[in-house]
T-cell receptor
Framework: GENVEQHPSTLSVQEGDSAVIKCTYS??????FPWYKQELGKRPQLIID?????GEKKDQRIAVTLNKTAKHFSLHITETQPEDSAVYFC??????????FGTGTRLQVTL | NAGVTQTPKFQVLKTGQSMTLQCAQD?????MYWYRQDPGMGLRLIYY???????DKGEVPNGYNVSRLNKREFSLRLESAAPSQTSVYFC?????????????FGQGTRLTVV
């Protein structure tokens, strides 16, 4: 089955700096790569996703890049703000098959 | 439109007790999943149901059973709780479309087994 690895497990940045979280996946047939944000005590919620026919996608301060050849994808957050502090999960799936999640990255944005 | 509703939000069990976690969705999704979340281990799939009437094991099914009662409801049962099952449990309902798989999560159940 699919295996998703995520790094780093914790990340601390100063407000205004950029943050990058990286994930690798094992199944070359995977074609959907979402990112979820989980604030403390809350449920995970989708923030951005990318499909395998696209190399990059942006939504305001967040962007995701995908390298299918290397089987890795990354989340980029620019101009970080305190409200970006949360745990971020990457995931991968193949068509309508089940989502496999990474182990999460705890992002702390300091003032 | 409530989305995905899980009950209870908190539960404390003694070792050996049984309980059922309830999950219901009102988004008319075919697929529903149960995950557990432990520190440093992300979201691990326990069981899933791709459609009404079907269930399949995920990564960590031991000690659990599930029932897809109808299209809306997917319950998770612990027959004999163990301390290793102390975790936060999330039910998710999956929307399929556009080549992707978006998961909508319930609010979670924090379970402690003592």
């Amino acid at each position: 089955g699919e295996n998703v690895e995520q790094h780093p497990s914790t990340l601390s940045v100063q407000e205004g700096d950029s943050a990058v979280i990286k994930c690798t996946y094992s199944d070359s047939a995977s074609n959907y790569f979402p990112w979820y944000k989980q604030e403390l005590g809350k449920r995970p919620q989708l923030i951005i996703d990318i499909r395998s026919n696209v190399g990059e996608k942006k939504d305001q301060r967040i962007a995701v890049t995908l390298n299918k050849t290397a089987k890795h994808f990354s989340l980029h957050i620019t101009e970080t703000q305190p409200e970006d502090s949360a745990v971020y999960f990457c995931a991968a799936s193949k068509g309508a098959s089940k989502l496999t999640f990474g182990t999460g990255t705890r992002l702390q944005v300091t003032l | 439109n409530a989305g995905v509703t899980q009950t209870p939000k908190f539960q404390v069990l003694k070792t050996g007790q049984s309980m059922t976690l309830q999950c219901a969705q009102d988004m008319n999704h075919n697929s529903m999943y149960w995950y557990r979340q432990d520190p440093g281990m992300g979201l691990r799939l326990i069981y899933y149901s791709a459609s009404e009437g079907t269930t399949d094991k995920g990564e960590v099914p031991n000690g659990y059973n599930v029932s897809r009662l109808n299209k809306r409801e997917f319950s998770l049962r612990l027959e004999s709780a163990a301390p290793s099952q102390t975790s936060v449990y999330f039910c998710a309902s999956i929307a399929l479309g556009g080549g992707g798989t978006e998961a909508f999560f319930g609010q979670g159940t924090r379970l402690t087994v003592v």
